[in-house]
């Protein structure tokens, strides 16, 4: 890795930054056409065309246009979490454009569900296909009245990309939906078990009707501490991350695991680490026998390959070779949400490829960068009746048409690969201003472009990401006090570098000492 | 009413039907460019332009290339649920072609969910339009990220159909998911009571993680025998139609309330229909001290103006308001779920404007025809801190879009009052085959078009539908015995009418002693 050459780039443009104020310094920036020492071309950046040279800042963000919009939506609906307004029809690539001419560079993408930045020539031109519109525009029942091509379009699409082992998909509208089937899939495939092949009787069909056992039986799926898998109730039953995603909701008592909190660098905690893993593999193993005492048998385990809302908390490949392992031996699933974590970002098509897992898991889900929600699974999860998994639409047709081109630019491109080699970059790039501001950044870790740093207070964090923000980088937080990063597919190692710079230039407006 | 003309026009088409056999009825069926005397022609039909004269069928439904196909997709997930696999390019207006050639009117439209049939050349001109291929290509996270038109759609569309008194809408990404995140609206806004304008406490925070109370505090919904609300947990808790939604799956104890069993013709029953409603009113009070000394408090009650997927179950304006007033009496809200009822399928926009509710309801959701999900809330339902009702897609600004243009279409071409004439048409043709075929049809009930008649037995009604389908009519079932018609919002008296000569030739069919 050229960690030399990353900090010369970053020391070459960050003195000429940081001595101005922050409107000059955008006002700069605005006018740099390519800050960095000119790096190779990958084709990508002939793919995004019209992508500006760099970020060039009018504003600070959210603008006064955004805050008028702001102002006016809060009339509709509660706008706390609105960043900024975005003017899609001018964002381009890496590029965010927000409705004050704002150009950010943008390494957070919506949250991360931005497969190939904005407006790819490729999309455009498969929108642009008059052949292509009927799927736009009948949306179907798909679960009773499938088109005509959605065998091929499944097969030459999701299957294509599937994970190893797993031979089954079924599509859903959205993450929450995707995990909550996912986890439904794993009840039905339990209870099928348990009833050792024969049908349910009639007392646990009529008792499923309202609700009461023996037909809707008293299980758990247990989870993590820290994690997040979302909205719907099943979901947010698994999720333990931020206050504000279940406060005042009723969920039902289900396990929570604690997951490794590794400390890093990596290698110079071995040992602690090992230890970690181990202290809570036993817990997970202990829960399993506390909710089988309490009459709520754990059907299956729930885990993020990389723990993001909660603060992008990673595990070694042992830990999940221990939680499958843990979950086999007391007949118990595995889930793997790759909601956030799939689609090639971790440098494989799915993160727990890179977990050597002796068989696969037994449910996967996806969303984000993959346009549609949904899940792979495994044929014991296979539902056995109709209507059992199911709803009105069941994802959405048109968002499998789009994925379709998004897999061929992510082969021609290479955008796996892509996203090892630039993740690397990014992470060797956060670990060289680490060791350059000792006790302003720490913990950099990253598996592809799925890249985090923390900084030594949430209040601090906040201040670095808000900096940058205004300076033209539009990045993401998560957990605690960490900065998350989640580009596109379509991310180069010269849209690393210009976020390192910006970084940097941050972190020296933010630390008086180091101002000068 | 013209019924009489009506049945004149079955008898007039069916008597050349009834005698030959099912495979040259079809052929027959397909060579009839309108077998029904003339009606007068609405706007509509050159609206839908192309749109088949009548249903043409080539083979049983469903056909060798629709059992093919679902053959495939049953080795990637289970298809029992799959009807037919369909044509959509080639399907027109109310007709849905399947990948057999077989042409169906079809009153059943996606389980509800198509406003304006197949392929409407409005909706065409929208997707055609190269300015608005940037919305379809670049889905924003909504809550954070908001597109600059954002608010001036949401006012142009959502907000120009927002039922009368509710000012705030949240839009979503499917059915469930808007029910969700609708029971949290009240669950939260329950707290915020509850807590008496004090911030949670620390311990409130705290336990919220792990989702004990008191952040996650013990709190119920109420909802109905012959409900259905969706899939989630949420939605499941409040889900009580049919075994195959909920067998297997753990959901929380909550009050099922009973639902009134109307008897018809109403106005044969009119004492002992308030009566039945009376009780059930009594019961939901009941439920409300029940769940209070059960510790888990009632919030709200949920429920359909109609219950579709549960039978098509009626209740009285009276019922509604007697709900309403029970909440409000023990500090509860009222959740009317529109999901299939909304969209002036009712003869109404909203069909709770029906009811004369003294008041709005506090959440109204929907989904389905309105293209896009969402609910609708008062202000004491808003949420007052950042990202507590949020996910990453919340909705999709495309479906917002699509949903402009069927509202200017329903606007100008009158619609909502086109669906509560053909509906009142539809309702009177099958209370004139009641009356013809008696013992084997009964209960015809409607609110505009949201029409449906029981069958006297589970299987007699799935023959009825199937015979129905392979001459050329696709309808809907629910309950245990009801057929359910489900038509597009372009659907005309022409199309009720084919409906209702279909209907009868099936009856005469499976009525061996009518057979002559």
Redesign the interface.
Known sequence: MPSGAVRQAIRCVSSSLHSTTLRAQTTMAAAMPDPLPVRQKTPLVTEVGKEPPGPAMKTNVPGRESLR?KA??D????T??????????N?RGNY?VD?DGNIMLDVFT?????PLG???PK??AK??N?DN?????????L??????D??DK??GTL?TVAPPGL????TM?????SI??G??AM??A???RERGGKP?TAE???T?????AP??????IMSF?GAFH????????CS???????????????P?APFPKLRYPLEDFVRENEQEEQFCLEQVEDLFETYRQKG?PVVGIMCEPVQAEGGDNHASPAFFQGLQDIAAKNNGYLLLDEVQTGCGVSGKFWAHEHFNLREAPDVVTF??KM?TGGFYYKQEQ????????????MGDP?KIM?LEEVLNVVHQNDLVNNAADVGQFLLQGLLDLQKLYPGTMKNARGLGTLVAVDFPTTAFRNSVVITLRNKGVNAGTCGEAAMRLRPSLIFTKSHASVFLTYLEATLKDLIPGRKV
Chains 1, 2 share one sequence.
Request: with cysteine; hydrophobic share 45%.
């Open positions: 919009l006016e939506l009339k509709i609906q509660n706390d979490a609105v960043h900024f307004f975005v003017d899609y029809a964002s965010v409705v919506q949250i991360a569900s931005l904005y407006n790819h999309l455009i929108m642009s008059p519109m009927v799927t736009f525009i009948n949306r179907p029942a679960g009773s009245f499938p088109p005509a959605l065998v499944i097969r299957m031979q089954h998909v079924q509208a959205c993450g929450s939906c909550e089937h986890q439904k009840f039905m339990y209870m099928r349910p646990d069909l009529e499923s009707i309202s609700g009461q037909g809707c039986p008293k299980l758990s501490n979302g909205r719907g109730m099943g979901a947010l039953a333990h991350a931020k206050w504000f995603h279940k406060l005042d909701f009723p969920v039902p008592d289900w929570m709520a969303a984000k346009l296979k539902a056995t009746e109709a209507y059992r998994i199911y709803n009105t639409w048109s789009m």
